[in-house]
Every structure is written in C-alpha cells, then in structure tokens.
C-alpha cells in the first residue's frame, strides 16, 4: 500500500472523477515539487496513469482501492468483507437504489452497502447504516452470502465477500445524497439493464426467492 498521506489523498481524490488534470490533482498547500515527487510515486505502484492528453486517472488496481485507500490495512488480495442491503418500501414494493460517484465502478447503480461491526449483530448495524445515511428504519434480516468478482476484460475491478441483507418495510423520508453517492425509489427496475451493476440481478433474484444461502460470482464488464 502507500505509505504517504500525499500518494493516498491523489488516489482518493481521483476515486471521484474519470480522470483528473495536475492542477485539479494538486492541493493548494502542498508545494508542487513535493506534489510531484509524490505523483511519480503513484504511478510507479501502479495506482494511476497518465495520459496522452497530460490528465491523470486510477488503473484498475487504484479503482479497487478508491476511496478506501485511506484505511491503511486495507489488503488488496483478500475479499473487502460488505454488507449489501436490500431495502423496499412495503406500499408499493420499490426498491431503494444506490448510484456510485466513486470508484470502484463508478456510476453503477446496486444496493446500498455497509461495512460489519465487531461491536454488534450485523442486522444492527444494517439498520443504524440505513437510518443514518438515508433517514429510513426498519427490521433487516440475513438472506445469504458470498464472493462476487468483476472484471473489466481481464482486470480485476472489485472482490467482495458479501452479506445480503433486507429490509420488506423501510419507513420515513429519503435523504437522497451522501458524500459517495446518490439513493433513489425506483418501482420494478431493470436490474439486467447497462446502468446497473452487473452484481445488482443476483442479488435482487436473492432478495426475492431467499432460498439460496451461498453464492460465488463472477462478472465481466
């Protein structure tokens, strides 16, 4: 991983956006040699690229990293351990969907996810995520599990070890926008459709049938 706050903010700050040009990359408190310095050690990891065009954007390993790069034990080669939630409203059974503004694959659109807590029951901790990024409450349960890949042609973009859990009667006011992403109501979506992330069928097939407890997956791009 990188060992400096500097070569850990430039992979966060282009989690964010396509790619990004040295100036939009550059803070204003640090000098631009030492900027530079940092830059170079980057792309030498492998994190970034530059391109033809001078703008500079995350390879595929820097998109698994994204913004998690800030969390120093992060190990690349194991599966991220999320929990996926499935939430509905129970008046006219849509489903609450979540649309990424940063990488790994971003503008996707799936489920919320949060991360487990050592300190409480996974059920709790889905319920006090959702109430405390999108305002709604309700009972979540646990349907299943696995291990998702997806690539992008031979590259891998994201390997999770995931926790599926659903919530049939969310309850109270939508706040729509968090710093990463944006949580809508969507009545009977199309979860094979482009804009979705190629995860997002499995799962809704899961939320619904609930009688398959295991499943390993992998996608491409």
């Not at 040699?33 to 954007?57: E, P, W």
């Not at 009972?139 to 590259?155: H, I, K, N, S, T």
């Not at 968090?178 to 969507?186: A, E, P, R």
Request: aromatic residues 10%; hydrophobic residues 40%; proline residues 4%.
């Amino acid at each position: 991983m990188l060992d400096h706050h500097i070569q850990r903010s430039i992979v966060y700050t282009l989690a964010f956006a396509p790619s990004m040009r040295f100036s939009e990359l550059q803070p204003d408190d640090v000098d631009s040699k030492l900027f530079t310095y940092h830059l170079k050690k980057v792309i030498h990891a492998g994190y970034i690229t530059k391109y033809d065009d001078g703008s500079y954007a995350l390879t595929p390993e820097g998109r698994r990293i994204g913004k998690t790069v800030l969390k120093k034990d992060r190990l690349m080669d194991q599966a991220y351990s999320i929990l996926l939630l499935a939430v509905r409203r129970s008046s006219d059974h849509a489903w609450l969907l979540y649309t990424r503004s940063t990488h790994p694959l971003i503008g996707l659109t799936g489920f919320m996810q949060a991360l487990p807590n050592a300190d409480e029951a996974v059920a709790e901790t889905a319920h006090l995520v959702c109430l405390d990024k999108t305002g709604l409450h309700g009972d979540f349960q646990v349907v299943g599990g696995g291990y998702l890949r997806v690539f992008d042609a031979d590259e891998l973009e994201s390997f999770t070890h995931f926790t599926l859990l659903v919530c049939d009667d969310a309850k109270g006011d939508l706040k729509e926008h968090d710093d990463f992403g944006t949580y809508s109501w969507v009545k009977n979506p199309d979860f094979s459709a482009p804009s979705m992330l190629p995860t997002a069928k499995i799962l809704s097939d899961l939320t619904l049938s609930r009688n398959t407890p295991f499943v390993e997956k992998t996608y491409t791009l």
